[in-house]
């Protein structure tokens, strides 16, 4: 099956700065979607990708979808503590079904 | 709307019970899916269905039972409940299935526990 690599599995950073992470697959996607998931809560679409070489902004974050289809990296600039949870990539190839990658549990200090 | 709602919020169950996993949607969603969630994993994908009397297997689906009888419900049944399956359990819907993406709206979880 398709497989989803997600970097960095954890971050902890300081109020502020800026934060990187990363997708990368075995297989080609036709979309690419980031979500945040908050404690107790269900994940929640952040930004979606339709096309590869997108750039697209949402606030403070940004996400690009790779030029070879294969990945997608998200930035989050000037960390605030509500950034906190943990960031899932998730590829779509066909249909609505979707394939997640492990996540990124973020940790902000203020 | 309320969206996507699941009940319960928590269960612990003994090795071997059954139980059954609601999920509701009012917002007129063909799509609806389950999903459990387990650290360093991810999402993983149960059952899906593409609309009322249509479900389909997804990538761990061995355990679970589903139906969908109505658009707005589609229950996630464990048939003899075993440790393994302790997780947290999402169900999605999204509007339609079409060749590009249509928003999945997740519910708030239900957390599982098997004894």
């Known amino acids: 099956g398709q497989q989803l690599n997600q970097s960095p599995q954890s971050m902890f950073i300081q109020e502020g700065e800026d934060v990187s992470m990363n997708c990368t697959s075995s297989?080609?996607?036709?979309?690419w979607l980031w979500y945040k998931q908050d404690p107790g809560e269900g994940p929640v679409l952040l930004i979606a990708?339709?096309?590869?070489?997108e750039l697209t902004s949402n606030g403070r974050l940004t996400a690009q979808f790779g030029i070879t289809r294969k990945d997608s990296f998200l930035n989050i600039s000037a960390s605030i503590p509500s950034d906190v949870g943990i960031y899932f990539c998730?590829?779509?190839?066909?249909?609505?079904?979707?394939?997640f990658g492990e996540g990124t549990q973020l940790t902000v200090n203020p | 709307n309320a969206g996507v709602t699941q009940t319960p919020k928590f269960q612990v169950l003994k090795t071997g019970q059954s139980m059954t996993l609601q999920c509701a949607q009012d917002m007129n969603h063909e799509y609806m899916s389950w999903y459990r969630q387990d650290p360093g994993m991810g999402l993983r994908l149960i059952h899906y269905?593409?609309?009322?009397?249509?479900?389909d297997q997804g990538e761990v689906p061995n355990g679970y039972n589903v139906s969908r009888s109505t658009t707005e419900d589609f229950p996630l049944r464990l048939l003899s409940a075993a440790p393994s399956q302790t997780s947290v359990y999402f169900c999605?819907?999204?509007?339609?299935?079409?060749?590009?993406?249509?928003?999945?709206?997740f519910g708030p979880g239900t957390r599982l526990t098997v004894l």
């Open positions: 990708l339709y096309k590869a070489g």
């Open positions: 999605a819907s999204s509007l339609t299935v079409l060749s590009s993406y249509n928003e999945q709206f």
């Open positions: 998730a590829g779509q190839s066909s249909g609505s079904r979707l394939t």
């Open positions: 297989s080609i996607f036709n979309t």
């Open positions: 269905s593409v609309g009322a009397g249509i479900t």
